[in-house]
């Protein structure tokens, strides 16, 4: 029973970290490819609230991978609209270019939506919800095949509610 006691004398900040190893260590068996590289990224997500329902922004960065030579770079604008606390849409355009020795080895568009859903929301913590679809359309190198196609997307979330002097800590799984 004490360690009950213990458990429960953790604030919040110390509940949300646990959550949030418990669900990354949880996702170590998840892998998309079955080769990982070392990659360095840089990322900016501009994001402006126009009024209470419409946001715009979206993400742009470049990415590196040293084992390759391989080097990717990336614009996605975004539009989303919040039905009130519970649900969102986002839609909008990413462009994803890719070099190798100083050749464009690709060029790539990606229209997509986004539905997000926040529950549960409780007075310190939230789970969010997003499924995604994205059609992507691959301009490959001279004298190739370009193609095509369509990738779903999920991602699972729980984020503690930001205040104005704490950074909020977040584990995210898709």
């Not at 614009?75 to 270019?97: C, E, H, T």
């Not at 991602?155 to 584990?171: F, G, M, N, T, Y």
Request: charged share 20%.
């Amino acid at each position: 029973m004490r360690g009950v006691r213990i458990f429960y004398t953790f604030n919040i900040w110390h509940r949300t970290g646990l959550l949030a190893l418990i669900l990354l260590l949880g996702q170590i068996t998840c892998r998309a490819q079955n080769k990982v590289d070392f990659e360095i990224w840089t990322d900016y997500n501009p994001a402006y609230k126009l009024n209470e329902a419409w946001r715009i922004g979206g993400d742009l960065g470049y990415r590196y991978t040293p084992n390759t030579g391989s080097q990717l770079g990336f614009i996605r604008p975004m539009v989303g609209f919040r039905a009130g606390q519970l649900l969102s849409i986002k839609l909008g355009m990413a462009n994803f270019n890719v070099w190798k020795d100083e050749q464009n080895k690709s060029f790539e568009v990606r229209p997509f939506t986004f539905i997000q859903f926040t529950w549960p929301r409780f007075e310190a913590i939230r789970f969010i919800q997003r499924l995604g679809m994205e059609q992507r359309w691959f301009k490959l190198q001279p004298g190739s095949v370009n193609t095509s196609d369509q990738r779903f997307r999920y991602l699972e979330k729980v984020s503690r509610k930001k205040s104005i002097d704490k950074v909020a800590p977040s584990a995210t799984s898709s």
